[in-house]
């Protein structure tokens, strides 16, 4: 059985059909890619699966548990994290709380240690600190820790949403455009730190790009998605040399 | 029947008050997304300064140097009282809320909160804390009307309205100005990249709903003469309600929800007693809030407020 | 190296900065023990300076009050200020600088509640000296302290969630009610609930229980606010809170049976010093501790991106939940004592004035912050019992002053600033340590 299923699932926006007959199904330890022009729906895919938006038809599957409906909380605490396009970080916060708080779910002191600072609450505190610091090691921003995200410079604002997404434990995690308005240099950051994600700590993988190159060098398999619709998939060859997807998408970006 | 249409016509006059008043929260807010809460003060402001007016006029045409009759006192009266009161405003303007326009929603709101302090209390310094009673400028004729008694001040109060709130709408719909404040209340970041003044028209829209406040004013001083400085705090939170109610920055919402607060206020008072005016009245907006979360006529998004 | 300068004949303290280095070694126990000694001196010796300088009675609030009505006052006044608190203050804590500073390494050594514990009795025994020379000072006191508990939690809702709630005095007049039935019902012999049910003097050791029950109520009825929350946020989220405003105080006054407009009277006298000043520590601590947990935190995180708190596992319907009751509760709580400290309570106490005060020290002292409504509590309540003498003028004053602080900063004085117990008592010899 695959780690994450999805069943046909369509979603209507009012009269507006957005999503139509989605499938996927990602294997542990999988990249998966989802391309598509502006407009195609990919961000809304992310928002179904992830809760935001409620699907109107169809079945999403969590290692064989359905989790179509439940709140973006809880589907986030069962194993998919996710960063988002417009970055949305905490402005008032630090960076090592960013990370300190996607253990919320985790977190098994409760209100009463809270309150009164028990031991139990200390214990757990210190917990999720080193394992915040590890991640943030990891992304190379450690550091930064105790700075306010807005001073950061966006590569890093970037790496801490990362090690955010990273913090809830996610067996799939949801990659929306991990390098929009990157410079090249965060570019190749970004690539080295993805693959590093992958092969250190093992999880599927599922980003959306609009950056050929890196989707190519980076996914296993990768579907083609235009008007709600999934045209191709298939690995990074046969995507390249599919017919329909070089005139609907490539044919464009191919003379950029 | 007869008493219920009395009640009507009590609601639409106690409605037209809200509604005045309300007009003026909701332009403000419909260009610079934030609540003028020291307008409830402008209203009361706007009432002092026309009995003040009022009882000059009066005086004069008592000494017999020029005799005039009490409708031309009135007019006169409403008319140098919005001028003088849309000074009240746009210096609020200049002071409370142009040095924050970058700031916090919150704080403005604040700000908004102390000038309305300041205006009640320099008026306690100024006047006194006695009452003050509005001189009644037209002699009170009451109509029968099949059993239902119509006073002609209650008509007088209801038409003036109205025809202030047509004007508005005119003037928003039909003139540069006006067409000025609607792009401004559409985008606050790009219009002033296009050429309006937005100081200008900031300025412009707490005057004119300065100006709204002290017709309102005047006309509540015709119905209840007894003015104090405190009558802006009751009448200005309840309108501020209705504002909302109406939906954030309707000009039309405003309006209507002014006239509903107004009926749902007369009506409760009409079936239960008195006491309870509030309490049901408050209760019903609380449910249609929690309901309709964005007003009648509000956009909903998820505003928030900025910190 | 900060500490070899001063020694070092080359870098000679001067002016502002040497003050500051001299002052920023003394740690919090030196300057608490130098108050100490000053309220102490005046507690003996006050009353006899007063006497020798021709005053008529020791200065109550600092000698602002007695400048203000009599300004001719004004250079006895300063002088008695300077000799019974400036001088001795300064004096004191540069002598004390090194002893202090052992001590509190000492005791910085042991569990952290004990030295939090030595600190919170010298700052009782502060206030408790210095409340003895007049009963107007301890009533300040009180409505300081309760002051300072009810902008702490409004600042929970409106600095920590970022919402702006106007229910603050209705959750407040919920708690003083309930406490108030409570204690009136069991202890006091009164006109509405008849004769005493229990012996007064039990009531004392159950009163906290009263307080308790009264921020419970309180609590519950922010569930009307709390469950709105849920889809509605900013503007109409405001509205409905004041809304909720507007009910409860209508609802008071059209109940016969707590008194209807014209209030409840003849609550016990519970609300002494130590009762509320326990409180108000209990809720600094505990309203500090949530707000600096990672379970706390999760409201600035629904405040700056309820969708991002939401997709990194955060149960944002709970943490509003929490977050209002949390404050409610402590509102309430507030409440109660502010009924048994006036031992009076009417509807009318409970609307948009109160509103305003409790808003403008929020605002005031900073969003987001414990010191920030300490502060603020602290000085507005001080400030508008010092320019008592002015009448309604103090009334054009304290907005006027909020307006500056709103234009020259938004968020307020100390907006955004962690309140750590442990790093206010550090010893301040070593130069890592020095503020």
């Known amino acids: 059985m695959a780690l994450l299923e999805i069943r046909h699932m369509t979603h209507h926006f009012g009269g507006l059909r957005a999503v139509h007959d989605y499938n996927l199904s990602i294997e542990p330890g999988q990249v998966r890619g989802l391309i598509g022009p502006n407009g195609a729906g990919k961000t809304t895919i992310f928002n179904l699966i992830t809760g935001i938006y409620r699907p109107s038809e169809g079945q999403i599957l969590l290692d064989g548990a359905p989790i179509a409906g439940l709140a973006p909380y809880q589907i986030a605490d069962r194993g998919l994290g996710r960063t988002f396009q417009d970055l949305r970080l905490w402005r008032h916060m630090t960076v090592l709380e960013h990370v300190k708080l996607a253990h919320y779910s985790k977190l098994r002191y409760g209100l009463f240690g809270a309150f009164f600072g028990t031991p139990a609450r200390h214990r757990e505190e210190d917990r999720i600190t080193r394992r915040s610091m590890e991640l943030l090691e990891m992304m190379n921003v450690a550091h930064l820790a105790d700075q306010l995200v807005p001073n950061l410079p966006y590569g890093a604002q970037r790496r801490v949403e990362m090690a955010r997404a990273l913090a809830t434990g996610p067996k799939v995690l949801f990659l929306d455009e991990p390098t929009a308005g990157m410079n090249p240099e965060e570019l190749i950051q970004m690539m080295a730190i993805i693959r590093k994600v992958r092969q250190s700590l093992g999880l ?47 044919g464009k970006e191919i003379v950029e | ?252 919402g405003a309006t209507l929800a002014g006239f509903l607060l107004g009926f749902i206020e007369i009506f409760v008072a009409m079936i239960f007693p008195s006491t309870l005016r509030d309490l049901i009245a408050y209760s019903i907006i609380l449910l249609i809030l929690v309901f309709r979360p964005h007003g009648f006529f509000g956009e909903p998004y998820s505003a928030r407020l900025r910190l | ?132 020379v007049s009963a107007y000072r301890v009533l300040t006191l009180k409505l300081t302290l309760i002051a300072v508990m009810l902008t702490l939690s409004l600042n929970v809702i409106n600095g920590y969630m970022g919402e702006f709630s106007c229910s603050h005095p209705g959750f407040m007049a919920l708690g003083a009610y309930a406490t108030s039935v409570f204690t009136v019902g069991l202890f006091a012999t009164d006109k509405i609930f008849g004769p005493a049910l229990l012996p007064e003097a039990l009531g004392v050791y159950l009163f906290p229980v ?76 505990i309203i500090n501790n949530f707000v600096r947990s990672t379970i706390g935190k999760a409201l600035n995180a629904v405040r700056d991106d309820e969708m991002a708190a939401d997709a990194m596992t955060v149960n944002t319907r709970r943490t509003k939940m929490v977050a209002f009751m949390f404050a409610a509760f402590w509102a309430g709580v507030a409440g109660g004592l502010f009924a048994h400290v006036l031992r009076y309570v009417n509807p009318a106490t409970f609307g948009i004035q109160k509103l305003a005060e409790v808003l403008a020290m929020v605002y005031f002292g900073g969003l987001n912050s414990v010191y920030g409504s300490i502060v603020g509590a602290v000085s507005l309540s001080m400030l508008s019992e010092a320019l008592r003498p002015l009448e309604i003028f103090k009334w054009i004053i304290i907005p006027l002053l909020l307006i500056l602080v709103m234009i020259f900063r938004p968020t307020g004085l100390i907006a955004f600033k962690e309140f750590d117990g442990r790093r206010l008592m550090q010893p301040r010899n070593r130069p890592d340590n020095e503020v």
Request: glycine share 8%; charged share 10%.
């Open chain 2, 1 to 252: 029947m007869v008493f219920f249409l009395q009640n009507i016509i009590n609601a639409l006059q106690w409605g037209s008050f809200y509604a005045m008043i309300a007009l003026g929260y909701s332009m403000v807010y419909s260009i610079l997304m934030l609540f003028n809460f020291a307008h409830g003060d402008i209203f009361m402001v706007g009432a002092y300064i026309g009995f003040g007016v009022a009882t000059g006029l009066v005086t004069l045409s008592a000494t017999g140097f020029i005799a005039l009759p009490g409708w031309v006192i009135l007019v006169l009266t409403i008319l140098l009282s919005m001028f003088l009161t849309s000074f009240v405003g746009m210096i609020v303007e200049r002071v409370g809320y142009r040095p924050l326009r970058d700031a916090p929603r919150a704080s403005a709101a604040i700000t908004g909160l102390m000038i309305g302090i300041i205006l009640e209390t320099g008026n306690l310094a100024l006047m006194g804390a006695r009452r003050v009673s509005f001189p009644p400028l037209i002699e009170s004729v009451t109509y029968n009307i099949g059993g239902v008694f119509v006073t002609n001040k209650k008509i007088l109060i209801v038409v003036v309205s109205l025809a202030f709130m047509l004007a508005l709408h005119l003037f928003v719909q039909r003139t540069r100005y006006g067409m000025a404040m609607r792009a401004m209340a559409f985008d606050f970041v790009v219009v002033p990249l296009m050429g309006v003044p937005v100081n200008t028209i900031a300025r412009l829209t707490f005057a004119i709903g300065s100006a709204l406040a002290a017709v309102a004013g005047i006309l509540f001083g015709l119905a209840y003469p007894v003015l104090d400085p405190y009558m802006g705090i009751v009448f200005g939170w309840k309108a501020f309600v209705a504002a909302i109610l109406g939906g954030r920055g309707s000009i039309m």
């Open chain 3, 1 to 132: 190296m900060e500490a070899n300068r001063d020694k070092s004949p080359s870098h000679p303290p001067r002016g502002k900065g040497a003050l500051r280095r001299a002052c920023g070694r003394v740690p919090l126990l030196g300057w608490l023990l130098a108050i100490l000694c000053a309220v102490l001196l005046e507690h003996y010796l006050g009353k006899a300076l007063a006497d020798l300088l021709g005053l008529r009675k020791i200065p109550v609030l600092l000698g602002v009050v007695t400048i203000l009505k009599k300004p001719l006052l004004m250079p006895k006044t300063v002088l008695f200020v300077f000799l019974i608190y400036a001088l001795p203050i300064g004096l004191t804590a540069r002598l004390i600088r090194e002893p202090a500073n052992w001590l509190a390494e000492r005791l910085m050594r042991m569990p952290v509640l004990i030295p939090a514990a030595v600190h919170l009795a010298i700052l009782y025994a502060i206030l408790h000296i210095w409340g003895d």
């Open chain 1, 204 to 250: 599927a993988i599922f980003l959306i790009e609009h950056r050929l190159k890196m989707v190519m060098e980076l996914c296993d398999i990768i579907q083609t998605l235009v008007f709600g619709e999934v045209i191709a998939e298939g690995s990074p060859e046969e995507i390249q040399n599919n017919p329909a997807v070089i005139e609907a998408y490539l």
């Open chain 3, 210 to 285: 009263a307080l308790f029950l009264g921020g419970m109520v309180a609590a519950l009825g922010a569930l009307v606010i709390a469950i709105p929350s849920f889809r509605t946020r900013g503007d109409y989220l405001a509205i409905i809170s004041l809304a909720f405003l507007f009910i409860v105080k209508s609802m008071i006054e059209n109940l016969e049976f707590v008194g209807g407009p014209r209030g409840l009277s003849s609550q016990p006298d519970y609300a002494s010093l130590p009762m509320v000043f326990s409180a108000c520590a209990l809720c600094v601590w």
